[in-house]
């Protein structure tokens, strides 16, 4: 019994039991996380104030009692605080006794989050066919761009100085392309693993678009100080998470927030993390244009004028590399970009990380518009 209920603590399925009454009994912790509340606060408590819209299948509860026969409810609305998600629900009767079923198994999966997890599998995928042609046909166009550059070289050696101002054109604009084939191509320096502060990357960040920004942009700071440090390269971190803003300042934002928050039994592909952090750049843009939802991470796709269409695959390509995902959520007035990381060899004690750890510098690394929490 003991190591079956260590597996249902380890499913990426939530999982309720509830009694014939239809009160909580027992739930894993990816029950937890959809319900967004705690174990001690769910437990006793009636499905339907969990959940209110139980009270339409609760005939089909009483049915599985008697008979002990299953069922699935797929697509089934379930209001959470400040938003509302659907998911699908199995229902299986227990017998905990010798009277037949007195007990009821819930199953319930997020059809948002399937869905999500289906289309991060296929885009990981494309990415990588993606990055593999593109690597190639950057190697394809640097070598005549080379050629290009040295006969204009030579070329202007053989000029008078009068003549060499079209050779210079040539050469700048030679030069130009290879810096941008460079950043199709992605970087070539091996990533540099040490422990990282994402607070100090995201105030790195802050300092550098502020700058830019000008006065006219607000800058908020809303950082969970308890998050560990953990393995991974800052500098391409900084490159990543400053892309994101950038992009928030091209979208004409007139207030930015960054902001990171821990989330648990967090599934990145296949794969199912303890801890991640959630690092989010968020604006007051007009959102991302319809056109653009399905192909925003694709190289020199870009809805902005100024901009090279680079950044946001950049930052995908980073952020992958450390094993993480970047999703978006988009709507006028409200654009969040949100990068998934794995806490893969942090500090091994979270209380120590907090004793000397990632958020204990809040106050001394730099100032937002509005206080930081």
Known sequence: MRDAAEIVETLRTAVVVAD?????????????????????????????????????????????????????RRGLPLPLPGREIAVDVTVSALGLGDTGPNALLLELNEVDRLRRLAEEEGLLGRHQVQRAVIRGLAHEIKNPLGGLRGAAQLLERKLPEADREYTRVIIREADRLQALVDRIAGPHRPYRE??????????????????????????????DPSLPEFVGDPDRLVQAILNLARN?????????TLRTRVERQFTIGLARHRLVVRAEVEDDGPGVPEALRDTLFYPLVTG???????????AQDVVRRHGGLIEYTSRPGKTVFSVFLPLVGHSPSVRETRARGAGRDLGTVGRCHEPVR
């Open 20 to 72: 014939a009454h239809v009160r909580l009994l027992a739930a894993n912790p990816a029950a937890e996380m959809l319900f967004e509340l705690s174990t001690k606060q769910m437990l006793g408590q009636p499905l339907t104030r969990l959940w209110p819209q139980t009270e339409a299948i609760a005939a089909l509860f009483r049915e599985t009692l008697q008979t002990g026969h299953s069922f699935t």
């Open 248 to 256: 928030a300042l091209q979208a004409g934002s007139a207030r930015v």
């Open 194 to 223: 040490t422990l990282v502060n994402i607070h100090r990357v995201f105030e790195h960040v802050r300092t550098l678009v502020q700058a830019e920004a000008g006065p006219g942009t607000a800058f908020v700071c809303d950082y």
């Open 304 to 314: 902005h004028a100024e901009g090279t269409g680079l950044g946001l695959s950049i």
